[in-house]
């Protein structure tokens, strides 16, 4: 099962880290994504991350200022978010795909219960 959590509520321009954890399988042989999920709007993707870590993606809307990272030893993926704004807040997901690196939502193997993040500005 995948589990996120670190939501919560933070003025804009501040920093926030979510956390995804995967237990019953193994971690390492899933590549895993954020996605978020604005009210009104549809879920859109956030970030991906290799099997290894060694790459990554991210959408152009919080690249530069938001880090995903995994640590495969802990089972567990992280999305650093820095200088956050009010557009993102949004309920975030972890997406776990054994295959391969996705970019959008469509055909992820797993999806945790979402985490939500509320920017004040």
């Known amino acids: 099962q995948l589990q996120a959590y670190g939501g919560g509520l933070v003025q804009a321009g501040g920093s926030l880290r979510l956390s995804c954890a995967l237990s019953?399988?193994?971690?390492?042989?899933?590549?895993m994504d954020w996605f978020r999920q604005a009210p009104g709007k549809e879920r859109e993707f956030v970030a991906a991350?290799?099997?290894?870590?060694?790459?990554?993606y991210y959408a152009d809307s919080v690249k530069g200022r938001f880090t995903i990272s995994r640590d495969n030893a802990k089972n567990t993926m992280y999305l650093q978010m820095n200088s956050l704004k009010p557009e993102d807040t949004a309920v975030y997901y972890c997406?776990?795909?054994?295959?391969?690196?996705?970019?959008?939502?469509?055909?992820?193997?797993?999806w945790g219960k979402g985490t939500l993040v509320t920017v004040s500005s």
């Open positions: 997406a776990a795909d054994r295959h391969q690196v996705r970019l959008e939502a469509y055909g992820m193997d797993y």
């Open positions: 019953g399988r193994t971690f390492s042989s899933y590549a």
């Open positions: 991350i290799s099997w290894s870590g060694s790459n990554t």
